[in-house]
């Protein structure tokens, strides 16, 4: 198996993948993705054949995230997949390395060195037709650098990168909330998805703020249309929230980190952004 860096095209053709494995991914994540490290994104190939995929994305000088591990079906238990996961952590190397685990890996992420963190919940409802506070804002890109700045506790290292495109995501909403001298007390993002919408990341300090985001929100995801959240579950008001909603529960995850976990502040992080990239 040859392993390189993949084309955007073929980012987008590991999203089918990925979508056909139940990941449901966004319909624009490529673009963000591919921005956050462009040769972050291994594919294996045989005779020029696509058949395995890891994301290995560097992130600041520090941090790396493992996503996007996948073995074509009729190409899985003939050791490729080992072969592409060695490549990847490789490209990592030095680095405080984080992944988020399903469950039937997680003894496997384990035994690479990885230790648990947290778990993380992926909650699934239904749009609504809630009323928006007054306070929930559209943010644009005039908002862009602020917003970078007030997300910047929320990840281990910087991802600008990424999260330029991913504000400006086609189809996506991007709401904030401020306090009466402007400043701004969090903010959250909606996404289309293969089913559905995904809200991601959601930040804020506040409950209020955090309720009156997810309302705006799901009032943009049209009546029957499912809407995802995926919670960290040391935040027992972020569980709340989703609850509040008539959420369920419906897939998890396990943050995991082969260093030192970075101590990100979860009590205000009621939504994740994307269990692929961090």
Partial sequence: ?????????????????AAAE????GLQDAASFYAAD???????????????????????AGFGFIGGYIVRREFRGQGYGMEIWRAGVARLAGRNVGLDGVPAQQANYARAGFKLAHRNARYEGRGSDIPTADRVLPLGQQDIDEVLAYDRDFFPDNREQFMRCWLQQAGSVAFGVRDTAGVLLGYAVLRPCRAGFKIG??????????????????????????????VPEPNAAAVA??????????????????????????ARQYGITTFELG
């Avoid at 139940?22 to 991914?25: F, I, Q, R, T, V």
């Avoid at 040769?39 to 994305?57: C, K, M, N, Q």
């Avoid at 989703?242 to 529960?249: F, K, L, P, S, T």
């Fill in 241 to 266: 929230l989703a609850e509040r909603h008539g959420m369920h529960a419906c897939f998890e995850t396990a943050r995991m980190y082969t260093g030192d976990d970075p101590g990100l502040p979860l």
């Fill in 201 to 230: 990341p959601l930040c804020t300090g506040s409950s209020e703020v955090a309720e009156e985001l997810m309302q705006a929100l799901c009032g943009r995801v049209p009546a029957g249309e499912p809407v995802y959240l995926d």
């Fill in 22 to 25: 139940g990941w449901n991914p």
């Fill in 1 to 17: 198996m040859q392993i390189r860096a993949m084309t955007l095209p073929e980012l987008e053709m590991v999203l089918d993948w």
């Fill in 38 to 60: 462009p040769g972050g994104f291994l594919l294996g190939t045989i005779d020029g054949e696509p058949v395995a995929s890891i994301f290995a994305v560097r992130y600041g």
